[in-house]
C-alpha cells in the first residue's frame, strides 16, 4: 500500500490562453470517421495496448476510458491530448527509436474516442480541426474551465516562492503528466503544482500539468 507524501504545495491556477478561432464544434458532432478509428485501433494495439490495456483499461499507465479520463481533458479543445500524446507517448521511447507518424497519432485519438462512445461521421479528424473540436461528456459542455498551461514563468515560480503555507490538503493526481517528478525524494520540499483544481469535500486534488520544486524546505 503506497504511503502518504506531504509536500509545501503551492497551486498555479492557469490563465485562460486567447484561441486563433472559436470551437465550432464538440466531440458530439462526429468528428472523425470510421476508418479512421479502425486504423487507430491498429496503431493503439502496436503502440499504447502494452501499458493501458487492450481496453484502454490501464494496466502500468492510466485508464483512457470513463470518468476520469473525460474529467481530466474535458472542455478543452482536442489538441491539447493530441499534443501531449504526441510529445510524451510512448513513454520510455528511446531517443533512436523510429518516430511514430503524426497522423497516427491522429489516428490513435479518434480510437480513444470511439472506444469512450463518441459517435464516428464522414470525415476523418485533421491536424488543422483538432483546435477547434471541444472534447465534452455525453451530456455536453459543462462550465469552461482555463486552459492548461504545462510551464511556469519566472514571475509565478517568485510568487509562489513568497508565498506562506496553507493548511488544505490536496491530493496529486495524472502523476504521470510529470513522469521525471518522484514524490518520495522530495518530501517536505517546497513545490508549485501546476493543474486543474477538483474541489470535493474529502476528495481534493489537483490534475497535474506540471510541478516545480521552489526549495528544500517548506519555510514558515
Not at 54 to 61: K, N, P, Q, R, V
Not at 133 to 141: A, Q, R
Amino acid at each position: 500500500m503506497p504511503s502518504l507524501v506531504f509536500l509545501c504545495l503551492f497551486v498555479a491556477v492557469p490563465v485562460i490562453e486567447a484561441r486563433p478561432q472559436a470551437p465550432v464544434k464538440t466531440v458530439l458532432d462526429g468528428v472523425f470517421s470510421e476508418a479512421q478509428a479502425k486504423r487507430g485501433e491498429a496503431a493503439y494495439a502496436a503502440n499504447c495496448g502494452v501499458c493501458h490495456g487492450a481496453d484502454l483499461e490501464g494496466i502500468s499507465a492510466p485508464e483512457l476510458i470513463g470518468t476520469h479520463f473525460l474529467e481530466r481533458w474535458r472542455e478543452d479543445m482536442l489538441d491539447t491530448i493530441y499534443n501531449y500524446i504526441k510529445d510524451n507517448m510512448p513513454q520510455g521511447r528511446a531517443p533512436d527509436a523510429p518516430r511514430i507518424p503524426d497522423t497516427d497519432y491522429l489516428d490513435i485519438l479518434t480510437h480513444i474516442l470511439n472506444v469512450n462512445g463518441f459517435r464516428a461521421g464522414a470525415s476523418d479528424l485533421t491536424a488543422d480541426l483538432v483546435e477547434r473540436v471541444m472534447l465534452v461528456g455525453k451530456n455536453g459542455p459543462q462550465p469552461v474551465r482555463s486552459r492548461r498551461s504545462t510551464t511556469s514563468t519566472p514571475a509565478e515560480l517568485n510568487a509562489s516562492s513568497q508565498k506562506r503555507p496553507g493548511s488544505l490538503i490536496f491530493r496529486l493526481a495524472d502523476l504521470e503528466a510529470v513522469p521525471d517528478f518522484v514524490p518520495d525524494s522530495h518530501k517536505g520540499h517546497k513545490v508549485q503544482a501546476k493543474g486543474y483544481l477538483t474541489r470535493q469535500p474529502g476528495a481534493e486534488r489537483i490534475s497535474l500539468s506540471s510541478i516545480t520544486v521552489l526549495d528544500s524546505m517548506c519555510g514558515q
